[in-house]
């Protein structure tokens, strides 16, 4: 089946310094892919539509500035965390879907962010 | 509003026992697709189900069925014959529309506990 590939899985990082994640599709093409955000025991949060070719489109409450997408190719999305601090320390995953392929969205493995 | 819900934030099950998951659903949109996602302690979302709102039979993978009452909203998640392996944290999601540019949206979630 269709692989999404998310690097790192796991980030430690110091408050005010910033982590780039990347979401590869490894077999398919995906104009675009999504990015959510997930605190301890709670539930998938949206927080971007990441386009290729374009701006992404951010969910309300999501800060653009502070939250960088980059689509850059139909393969690969980048999501940058500047300037971190503590209370960006989330798990962070992406998921993708197959253009050619109208159903389920395929999900990379995460990435656990801590700031410290 | 709320437009995917789970109303059992916990489930214990004898292992060899069936389970129902249960999920509603609110959407206006005719055309909608359901999901069902298995999340293990690793963080990664493993697809489970899907069912395509124009679809007329119920959605079967292996030991996953999904109970699809049209007319109620709902979206329930069977797993017949549970194994330990089976103990995760299951979401339902919805996407509006059929586009690969719509989203998913993530139910709260059950955490599902299966005992020898």
């Known amino acids: 089946g269709a692989v999404v590939s998310q690097h790192p899985s796991r980030v430690i990082c110091k408050s005010g310094t910033s982590v780039k994640i990347e979401c590869r599709s490894l077999?398919?093409?995906?104009?675009?892919m999504f990015w959510y955000r997930q605190f301890p025991k709670q539930s998938l949060m949206l927080m971007a539509t990441?386009?290729?070719?374009?701006?992404?489109?951010?969910e309300q409450g999501v800060e653009k500035d502070k939250f960088l997408i980059n689509h850059a190719s139909l393969t690969l999305s980048t999501l940058t965390v500047t300037s971190a601090h503590p209370e960006d320390s989330s798990f962070y995953i992406c998921?993708?879907?197959?253009?050619?392929?109208?159903?389920?969205?395929?999900f990379g493995q995460g990435t656990r962010l801590t700031v410290v | 509003a709320q437009k995917i819900t789970q109303t059992q934030p916990g489930m214990f099950v004898q292992e060899k026992e069936a389970v129902t998951l249960d999920c509603t659903y609110d959407?206006?949109?005719?055309?909608?697709?359901l999901f069902w996602y298995k999340q293990p302690s690793s963080g990664e979302m493993i697809f489970l189900i899907y069912?395509?709102?124009?679809?007329?039979q119920n959605a079967t993978e292996g030991r996953y069925s999904l109970n699809f009452q049209k007319a109620r909203k709902s979206a329930n998640l069977v797993i017949s014959a549970s194994q330990l392996g089976d103990s995760a944290m299951y979401f339902c999601?919805?996407?509006?529309?059929?586009?690969?540019?719509?989203?998913?949206?993530f139910g709260s979630g059950t955490r599902l506990s299966i005992r020898p």
């Open positions: 077999d398919f093409q995906a104009t675009t």
């Open positions: 959407t206006s949109d005719p055309s909608y697709g």
């Open positions: 998921s993708a879907r197959d253009d050619s392929i109208n159903t389920e969205a395929f």
């Open positions: 999601a919805m996407r509006e529309g059929y586009s690969s540019a719509s989203k998913i949206i």
């Open positions: 990441s386009n290729e070719g374009s701006k992404a489109t951010y």
């Open positions: 069912q395509g709102s124009y679809d007329q």
